[in-house]
T-cell receptor, first 111, second 116 residues
Framework: ETGVTQSPTHLIKTRGQQVTLRCSSQ?????VSWYQQALGQGPQFIFQ???????GRGNFPPRFSGLQFPNYSSELNVNALELDDSALYLC??????????FGQGTRLTVV | AQSVSQHNHHVILSEAASLELGCNYS??????LFWYVQYPGQHLQLLLK??????LVKGIKGFEAEFIKSKFSFNLRKPSVQWSDTAEYFC??????????????FGAGTRLAVHP
């Protein structure tokens, strides 16, 4: 148990729709990152928030956006869903440069 | 661009066999190195990490890894595997020049199956 919880655990959406995934960080952690893990691949960095500001972004289009709230919970929003967005989405939280702890992930299926 | 290569995508072993999973990274600066494990249906868990100091790092559950800077490698080892080690193993790196210590860059993973 890492103290990082994600919701929902599974989700099915239709192409073109929008989705919001949620993450509750471990207590005391001020940094949250989101990763996309496609089938058979390692997690790919989407972006990171530190004290409610985005401070790092991977090679993902602007339709992937996020928020971090004062209580360090976070959201990942994806607009105009595409079939290739089907993946496991992972949230990781940490304090500054310490080790990241991962949630169990949200499995998104786009049909 | 910074990348991580894991040499074996699938490994099958019998219980009590020795394990070595290869990991190489392409990066010339200061790095932090990690091995994460993902058991079936569970979240990613940290096995061990290297930040600095002794290049031989010991982690949980009897795992260890050796950082060889000249070879850009961080191979994971265990002298005697158990059925419960069946999982997917990910090598990851972060570093000062990868956009800060913001992101973990993962390898594609190695799926280990241990047969009784």
């Amino acid at each position: 148990e890492t103290g990082v919880t994600q919701s929902p655990t599974h989700l099915i959406k239709t192409r073109g729709q929008q989705v919001t995934l949620r993450c509750s960080s471990q207590s005391g952690h001020n940094t949250v990152s989101w990763y996309q893990q496609a089938l058979g691949q390692g997690p790919q960095f989407i972006f990171q928030y530190y004290r409610e500001e985005e401070n790092g972004r991977g090679n993902f289009p602007p339709r992937f956006s996020g928020l971090q709230f004062p209580n360090y919970s976070s959201e990942l929003n994806v607009n105009a869903l595409e079939l290739d967005d089907s993946a496991l989405y992972l949230c990781a939280s940490r304090f500054d440069r310490e080790v990241a702890f991962f949630g169990q992930g949200t499995r998104l299926t786009v049909v | 661009a910074q990348s991580v290569s894991q040499h074996n995508h699938h490994v099958i072993l019998s219980e009590a066999a020795s394990l070595e999973l290869g990991c190489n990274y392409s990066y010339g600066g200061t790095v932090n190195l990690f091995w994460y494990v993902q058991y079936p249906g569970q979240h990613l868990q940290l096995l061990l990490k290297y930040f600095s100091g002794d290049p031989l790092v010991k982690g949980i559950k009897g795992f260890e890894a050796e950082f060889i800077k000249s070879k850009f490698s961080f191979n994971l080892r265990k002298p005697s595997v158990q059925w419960s080690d069946t999982a997917e193993y990910f090598c990851a790196v972060t570093g000062a020049l990868s956009g800060g210590y913001n992101k973990l860059i993962f390898g594609a993973g190695t799926r280990l199956a241990v047969h009784p």
